[in-house]
């Protein structure tokens, strides 16, 4: 057998890769800033002229508050995965192995109930004859008029718990490759606590905290089911809009101007990451802090 | 005098596994103490007890007067270099070393010039900017030294620092080592495996085996006068012989090792009595080597034997001899080497001599520490650096 042409160049070896985000994301996100484009048709199919109309349909003060809150509801929960991931990930890779293995299989446990399932779970749970609800009138927090579900707050705690195993994985895969020894050192040096976690734990594993933030901000900011399912008109967010833009309104070219900016939205942070990413590399030569 | 770091009956158990086993010793302020023992010992478990990483299970630690043994790692004025380094992979060479004292609170331009001076000290102002994973073994060695030392320690733990770095640098860096002690004169507590650099660079040794100190001295007290087979064995090498004591001569007694013609005497500093089972030490170089039978003396023995294998180092010669059950390793440097005439060769009947005091009777014999020893079969020569330089 041969062994691999190493000089085979590096762009032959990442084609299928690239082939891969051309047909599968770049051309459909082309076509659908196209689409922004064109004219919608009555029977909600695409028109054939161009034009910046749709754009006027952003001018609707609804989509304001609900950009808002989707950006909002998005960077909370990333937030709460991160403040809730970074201290699970942690545990997990210093717990010995037989109580890690089953920890991991906690987390993965829910991922056999269908996604769906589990919202309308939730639902169930909270619920205004719920258990949770009933529990909450009993030790008087609240009373018989609020409403568990259908608000901003509740879409958060179920985005949360849907997004939290992304996050807990990564940065669980980053720890268990981080050497424990540093924190020894910090003490040694006379750091506290805090401040070995801070000072030298968290640079230790920012790769896998970097991937938790896009794996968690990215789709929860395209969230459609939880906030349908759990959100109610209150809780709506950019993603429901796109959906009734194209199920029921069956107007794609706005469909495709809201999308555009949910594309928009997803850039932005991404670019700033890179950005960021190649002045840390282009070298420093100060002391921080 | 002598106490200024206090192990006082530190006893640690992993679960079953008994690792440390009142261990006591007493460190003097401003030397070299070297704890030296095989890996697995329980070196390093004592050196984290120093450093507040574990706690022990009873005993306790005492620094300058202080008790220190449940105090967190962060509140003793105790650095340690690691057995890895442990650099922070992703700061700089400065950023590393100016830790501790960012810690410590103290502001940027003191920090600065300390780090400055410091660089100076490990002689890397030119890399301070790299980043620590960017480094030699040696380089790190380094930064390591000084991002422990620049908090001013009141001692300074090192564990097996050299363990990482090829022979030359080793030799190297020991110097270095033992020239930055000088420079900065703090108390220096190093573990090591290695019984040479243990040797080299210290003031005092303790050897320790399975979690208990066998003996502690100082690098001439430990390899001269061994008083167990573990220290005769694991420092440098030596000879054991299973003898019985059949009088008492002063302060000598004459004992009988099998297939030894006659008795020997040895110089009997321990006041074993008369008919004790005792087994004897004595190191390959405190023989004699020779064809003639050197003129007898009162307090010199002498036996004969056949000369089964000759390895020639260039600084020594070492002989296995052959006597009765025994084969004893002779060393012997030498002397107009090739001018001499009567060269002792392979099968020829050779008499080994010694003196009376150059062997040790030993408190306690463990037949397990005969595999420390070098075996004529292990065709491996002894490396020339285990050649102990004793003392500094
Ligand atoms: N945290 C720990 N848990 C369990 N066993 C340990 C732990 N640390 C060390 N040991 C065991 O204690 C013994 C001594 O270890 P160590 O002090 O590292 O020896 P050395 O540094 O002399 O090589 C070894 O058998 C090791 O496996
Ligand atoms: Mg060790």
Redesign the interface.
């Known amino acids: 057998m041969k062994r691999p042409n190493s000089k085979i160049p590096e762009l032959a070896l990442s084609l299928p890769t690239m082939g891969w985000l051309v047909v599968l994301f770049i051309i459909p996100t082309i076509v659908i800033l196209l689409i922004a484009f064109r004219t919608g048709d009555p029977y909600g199919g695409i028109g054939d002229q161009w034009t910046v109309e749709n754009f006027s349909e952003l001018a609707n003060p609804v989509y304001r508050g609900i950009m808002v809150r989707t950006v909002v509801l998005s960077v909370l929960t990333t937030a709460i995965c991160l403040v809730l991931g970074v201290p699970a990930g942690y545990c997990l890779a210093r717990a010995e192995k037989k109580k890690r293995d089953f920890l991991l299989l906690l987390i993965i446990v829910p991922f056999w109930i269908n996604f769906l399932i589990r919202i309308f779970a939730w639902k169930v749970v909270l619920h205004p004859e719920g258990i949770v609800k009933n529990f909450l009138l009993l030790i008087g927090i609240v009373n018989d008029q609020t409403l568990l579900l259908y608000r901003p707050g509740t879409v958060l705690l179920v985005m949360v718990y849907s997004y939290i195993p992304f996050a807990v994985l990564p940065i669980y895969a980053a720890a268990e490759k981080f050497?424990f020894?540093?924190l020894?050192?910090?003490?040694?040096?006379?750091?506290?606590w805090y401040?070995a976690f801070y000072?030298?734990f968290l640079?230790?594993i920012?790769q896998g905290i970097l991937t938790a933030i896009l794996v968690v901000f990215i789709p929860a900011l395209g969230s459609y089911v939880i906030p349908d399912i759990v959100g109610g008109p209150g809780g709506e967010m950019i993603g429901n809009k796109i959906a009734q833009k194209t199920f029921i309104d069956r107007h794609l070219p706005h469909a495709s101007v809201l999308s555009s900016l949910l594309v928009l939205a997803v850039m932005i942070p991404m670019t700033a990451s890179l950005f960021m990413k190649r002045r840390k590399t282009v070298?420093r030569?100060i002391?921080?802090? | 005098m002598g106490d200024f770091l206090v192990f006082e009956g530190i006893s640690k158990s992993f679960g079953e596994l008994k690792v440390l086993d009142n261990v006591s010793l007493s460190i003097e302020k401003g030397t070299i103490f070297s704890i030296l023992g095989p890996s697995g010992c329980g070196k390093t478990t004592l050196l984290r007890i120093c450093?507040?990483?574990e706690y022990p299970d009873r005993g306790r630690v005492i620094l300058d007067g202080k008790d220190i043994t449940s105090d967190?790692?962060?509140r003793r004025r105790?650095?340690?270099v690691?057995q890895?380094y442990?650099?922070?992979?992703?700061m700089?060479v400065?950023?590393n070393i100016?830790?501790?004292l960012?810690?410590?609170g103290f502001d940027?331009s003191r920090?600065?010039g300390e780090v400055d001076r410091y660089l100076e000290l490990i002689q890397m102002s030119d890399q301070a900017?790299k980043k620590a994973t960017k480094l030699s073994g040696g380089q790190m060695q380094r930064v390591a030294i000084a991002?422990?030392l620049i908090?001013k320690p009141q001692v300074l733990l090192l564990d097996e620092p050299l363990a990482a770095l090829d022979l030359k640098l080793r030799q190297r860096m020991l110097v270095e080592l033992d020239w930055i002690h000088d420079e900065v004169g703090i108390t220096f507590l190093y573990v090591t495996h290695d019984q040479g650099e243990a040797m080299s660079i210290s003031d005092h040794i303790a050897v320790m085996n399975k979690g208990r100190i066998e003996q502690q001295g100082t690098p001439v007290q430990v390899y001269e006068a061994p008083t167990n087979s573990f220290v005769a064995a694991f420092i440098g090498d030596t000879n054991f012989f299973e003898t019985e004591i059949t009088s008492i001569e002063d302060s000598y007694c004459r004992m009988n090792i099998k297939d030894f013609a006659d008795g020997v005497i040895v110089y009997n500093d321990k006041n074993f009595p008369q008919g004790s089972r005792v087994y004897l030490s004595i190191r390959p170089e405190k023989f004699v080597i020779s064809h003639a039978e050197p003129e007898s003396h009162r307090k010199r023995n002498m036996v004969r034997g056949v000369v089964e294998e000759i390895i020639y180092m260039g600084t020594h010669t070492v002989f296995w001899v052959r006597v009765g059950d025994y084969r004893i390793q002779v060393r012997q440097s030498h002397d107009r080497f090739l001018l001499d005439e009567k060269i002792i060769e392979h099968g020829n009947t050779v008499c080994i001599s010694w003196h009376a005091d150059n062997c040790y009777i030993l408190d306690r014999y463990d037949e397990r520490d005969e595999s420390l020893l070098t075996l004529p079969d292990d065709d491996v020569t002894v490396a020339p650096e285990n050649i102990i330089s004793a003392g500094k």
């Open positions: 050497d020894s540093l020894d050192a910090a003490h040694d040096l006379g750091a506290n401040r000072r030298v640079p230790g920012r070298g030569g002391i921080p802090g | 450093a507040g990483f967190r790692p962060n105790v650095n340690t690691f890895n442990s650099l922070f992979p992703h700089t400065r950023e100016s830790f501790g960012q810690m410590a940027r920090i600065s900017d991002r422990a908090n």
